[in-house]
């Protein structure tokens, strides 16, 4: 069965410092992406990637780089973590229409 | 530019009552839209999606939604819901390129 997974679920860092969210797809898929959800807003595109050594910015890129290093493994890096970027992370995959979501990396940056 | 408007942040209704959840888009072009299902803790589960031809569209657990072009809209409805049905439910606009746009979500409380 298609799956996308995110580890670690729960990641708890301090001000300034630098956390790396990993996500690997066994979907085959090109396209993956990574979002952010907060309440009120709904999920929000960071980075998302169409290949291995590809990367496209999102909507909300600014203090988060990515890296594709693989067809299925997507990575999302925070170099000096703020408050603001405490939330809720999601990895997808995308095949023509369909996406496949992951459960999820909850950032407490404190 | 696209958007996707949920107007409800949460919703409560008893066991058993019908429901409807509301979205409306924008968009100039052909929309292909998706209704997902956020169940506490899980990512986010595809529950129905509209491309073209017939408005209303079957999904998973007995939910359907009704695409209207002349209204924008794309509500989510359940004849009879059930407890297990408790989630946050998003919208989705997809405009064919490689990014789709969220709406904020609606949260539906279902009371036994």
């Known amino acids: 069965e298609a799956a996308v997974t995110q580890s670690p679920r729960n990641k708890v860092t301090v001000t300034g410092g630098n956390v790396t969210l990993s996500c690997r797809q066994t979907?085959?898929?090109?396209?993956m992406y990574w979002y952010r959800q907060d309440t009120g807003h709904g999920l929000r595109l960071i980075h998302y990637?169409?290949?291995?050594?590809?990367?496209q910015i999102g909507d909300v890129p600014d203090g988060y780089k990515a890296t594709r290093t693989t067809q299925e493994d997507f990575f999302l890096l925070l170099e000096l973590a703020s408050p603001s970027q405490t939330s809720l992370y999601f990895c997808a995959s995308r095949e023509g229409s369909d996406y496949t979501f992951g459960s999820g990396t909850r950032l407490l940056v404190i | 530019a696209q958007s996707v408007t949920q107007p409800d942040a949460r919703v409560t209704v008893s066991e058993g009552a019908s429901l409807q959840l509301r979205c409306k888009y924008s968009y100039s072009g052909t929309p292909y839209l998706f209704w997902y299902v956020q169940y506490p803790r899980q990512g986010l589960q595809l529950l129905l999606k509209?491309?073209?031809?017939?408005?209303v569209v079957q999904g998973v657990n007995g939910f359907e939604a009704e695409f209207s072009k002349s209204n924008s809209s794309f509500h989510l409805r359940k004849a009879s819901v059930h407890w297990s049905d408790s989630a946050v439910y998003f919208c989705?606009?997809?405009?064919?390129?490689?990014?789709?746009?969220f709406g904020t979500g609606t949260r539906l409380q279902v009371l036994p």
């Open positions: 990637s169409y290949g291995a050594g590809n990367l």
């Open positions: 509209y491309y073209s031809g017939d408005p």
């Open positions: 989705v606009l997809s405009s064919n390129t490689n990014k789709v746009v």
């Open positions: 979907n085959s898929h090109n396209y």
